[in-house]
């Protein structure tokens, strides 16, 4: 069983940045797709970047495109979400997804969850 853990959730001011890490525990993580998830007060959780499995595809909502990179490294079992020039309505709390398949192909089925860290800017 997969278990995800995300890390360096906090408040930022609107146009600062923050990066975001998932450790992911269980075997065979550089076959694994990868995403991430982000859930406002009140609002449903929505898509907001995913990485393939050999790093060569990345996706990223129209929201987010251009400001925030996911990127993975496969020897430290960890992927990432580099977010830049933040702005109030990126407020929420973040999760980190795995894929339920090996080596899946797009789209993606994310089947594992982590707990989230909170992540709120301020104007």
């Known amino acids: 069983q997969a278990q995800l853990a995300e890390r360096g959730g906090g408040l930022v001011q609107a146009g600062g940045s923050l990066k975001l890490s998932c450790d992911v525990s269980?075997?065979?993580?550089?076959?694994?797709?990868m995403g991430w998830f982000r859930q406002a007060p009140g609002k449903e959780r929505l898509f907001v970047a995913a990485?393939?499995?050999?790093?060569?595809?990345?996706y990223y909502s129209d929201s987010v495109k251009g400001r925030f990179t996911i990127s993975r490294d496969n020897a430290e079992n960890t992927f990432y979400l580099q977010m830049n020039s933040l702005k109030t309505e990126d407020t929420g709390v973040y999760y980190c997804?795995?894929?339920?398949?090996?080596?899946?192909?797009?789209?993606?089925?994310?089947?594992?969850w982590g707990q989230g860290t909170q992540v709120t800017v301020s104007s």
């Open positions: 997804a795995k894929d339920a398949r090996l080596n899946g192909d797009y789209p993606y089925t994310f089947h594992y």
């Open positions: 990485i393939s499995w050999n790093n060569e595809d990345t």
């Open positions: 269980g075997r065979f993580f550089s076959s694994y797709n």
